[in-house]
């Protein structure tokens, strides 16, 4: 079936122009309208399981040890930036998925102007501090491990969480946009009644939807590679004195680092192809572009999926401190008496015990 949605990633004038050969059907439904609520669903269920665990990890370790001399150290930078991006994608997968998921299994946008607006703006500021968050991480790792010796200075509680306000005062200020050109409208040659449109033209959306590209992909992947190569190739250098075991943990350096940007790169880039490819004027509406647009939807949304992946499950301390903070009310045995929980990601870090995480 071949729909144009509740939102779009394009305008009437692509209607308009549009010569496509397969007519839509008014009313229609394919399996899309099963298939995407359960797949979305998924995504809903399993981001918001794994970025309420480390939320709830993070916030109950730190309560736990706060009175103590440990209290400080589950203050890290990294767990503050870690706690953002949970809390980032868990408004994502809250304020977005639900309803973004009835565009493939509604026939109009039944939630009224001001969430057709919000939802939209929404979307897009958390998009923006998930990106900053993940800057803001490379940094922080780069930091700790090639400027070890300046690390006390700036990396501070105080300073992540300055980092923070500002990533989330970006974020908001650069979406504004969004939520002003968002409206509910129709179309002649659209199935649908009623459906979300971002209803505005020429130089002033093309400028921004290019900056976002810039801003909002493209400038923070070149930051988060080219921070982490620095963090391998330090760490490849002092690789040389380094027992068997330290060097395995080194490989898993790699192999962690090459996910992270990996699944930053995948998820987002059809996401912004199909943006810059709508601008371009020459977007079809066809069956082929509606599932790659529906694809680009499930990439960027199971992002949210992945991050608590990629930054806390793949951790070994983290699975400590789960079975630590939840061993009066699981299966998993406590951790050893007097082991500390602390978040120390020793896979980015020269030493096991100078990174926390």
């Known amino acids: 079936m071949l729909l144009v949605g509740n939102d779009s990633f394009g305008s009437p004038r692509l209607l308009d122009s549009n010569n496509s050969s397969e007519p839509m059907e ?25 970025n309420s665990l480390v939320i709830v990890v993070i916030w109950k370790v730190r309560s736990s040890v706060g009175g103590g001399g440990g209290g400080r150290r589950t203050g890290s930078p ?6 953002n991006l949970s809390v980032a994608d868990l408004s994502f997968l809250l304020f977005c998925v639900p309803f973004q998921a009835t565009i493939y299994s509604l026939p109009e ?14 979307y897009t500021v958390s998009m923006l501090v998930s990106i900053f968050t993940l800057v803001a991480m490379s940094v922080d790792r780069y930091i700790a491990v090639v400027r070890s010796k300046n690390s006390p200075c700036v990396r501070s509680r105080r300073n992540a969480l300055c980092g923070v306000c500002v990533i989330w005062t970006l974020s908001l200020l650069c979406a504004v946009p969004v939520a002003q050109h968002y409206v509910l ?44 190569a620095k963090v391998l190739f330090h760490l490849h250098k002092k690789m040389k004195n380094m027992s068997r075991k330290s060097k395995s943990s080194k490989r898993k ?48 949304y199971g992002n949210s999926c992945v991050n608590p992946v990629l930054y806390a499950f793949l951790s070994e301390n ?11 009310c699981s299966l998993y045995p406590p951790p050893p008496e007097g082991k500390a929980a602390r978040f120390r990601m020793e896979n980015f870090s020269t030493t096991r015990s100078t990174t926390n995480i």
């Open 109 to 122: 946008w039944v939630f009224g102007a001001f969430l057709c607006s919000f939802v939209h703006y929404f």
């Open 253 to 300: 350096t790699a192999q962690t680092v090459l996910l992270v940007v990996a699944a930053f790169a995948i998820c987002w880039m059809p996401h912004h192809v199909i943006a810059m490819w709508v601008e371009s004027g020459t977007f079809p509406l066809n069956n082929a572009s509606f599932a790659f647009r529906l694809v680009s939807h499930c990439l960027s």
């Open 318 to 328: 983290f699975r400590t401190a789960c079975r630590q903070v939840f061993s009066r």
């Open 185 to 228: 409208t129709s179309h002649p040659k659209a199935p649908n009644l009623t459906f979300c449109w971002e209803d505005w033209f020429g130089a002033p959306r093309l400028s921004y939807k290019v900056t976002i590209l810039l801003i909002g992909y493209l400038l923070p992947l070149l930051l988060i590679s080219c921070c982490y």
């Open 78 to 83: 990294t767990n503050v930036f870690i706690l």
């Open 26 to 50: 008014n009313g229609a439904s394919g399996p899309e309208a099963t298939v995407v609520p359960v797949v979305f669903g998924l995504i809903f269920v399993v981001g918001l399981v794994g």
